[in-house]
């Protein structure tokens, strides 16, 4: 299956950067149904503001996008430690305002996985394109 990076953006780990990675997303307008695009937008800035806090200061996210003719492929990579589990940790007990990414992750996408790289941590994770 032939895929094609959309996107390959670095960002600084800093608050801003999960809406920067969203508004660089707008990049697929077109490309994914609007609900599938509103989907990748959504993973695309919990893995982001994960990475921002686990990147440490002046770290770098690497944010890629590939598109395959019926899936998109989402890699969200940080200098972090990471995790090795193929679920997401528990989720945070009702009030504590973080800790659900990961679970949004595991419900919105059809595969999802994550990874030690050359370049630190890697979660990604697909879809399909309508």
Excluded at 38 to 52: C, F, P, Y
Aim: charged fraction near 35%; glycine fraction near 10%; hydrophobic fraction near 35%.
């Amino acid at each position: 299956m032939e895929r094609h990076t959309a996107i390959d953006l670095r960002l600084e780990a800093v608050v801003d950067a999960p809406g920067r990675a969203r508004q660089r997303l707008r990049e697929l307008d077109g490309e994914l149904s609007r609900a599938r695009a509103d989907e990748v937008r959504l993973l695309v800035s919990e893995l982001v503001t994960n990475a921002v806090m686990h990147a440490g200061p002046g770290g770098e996210i690497r944010l890629r996008v590939e598109l395959a003719p019926d899936r998109v492929r989402v890699e969200v990579r940080d200098r972090g430690r990471g995790f090795r589990s193929a679920r997401p940790p528990p989720p945070p007990p009702p009030g504590q305002p973080h800790g659900r990414g990961l679970h949004m992750v595991d419900q919105v996408a059809e595969r999802w996985g994550n990874a030690r790289t050359d370049e630190g941590h890697c979660v990604w994770f697909e879809l399909g394109r309508r």
